[in-house]
């Protein structure tokens, strides 16, 4: 049986940073993506808008995967994790 690989909630190993201050610093890693990694603003905006609807979304936190979804929604390489694709 092959063994699973946990998944780490990467937000909780900033137990010393408040929660204001975490998503600072997580917009400021968005903004400053290079331009070939991340998507478009209406890309963008619309991905998040469909995450916005969503039952999955708890906090800013897909439950599905367990990211924050304005990271990635931001990335052009990521996709939304449902079975059924919101985006």
Known sequence: MPEKSLRV???????????????????????????EDRTDQRTYEHRLNQCAHCPNLSDGMCVLCGCYVELRAALKVRRCPDVVRKW
């Open 9 to 35: 909630c990467r937000k909780c190993l900033l137990y010393a940073e408040d929660r204001e201050t975490f998503f600072k610093r997580l917009e400021a890693y968005i903004d400053n993506l290079s331009e």
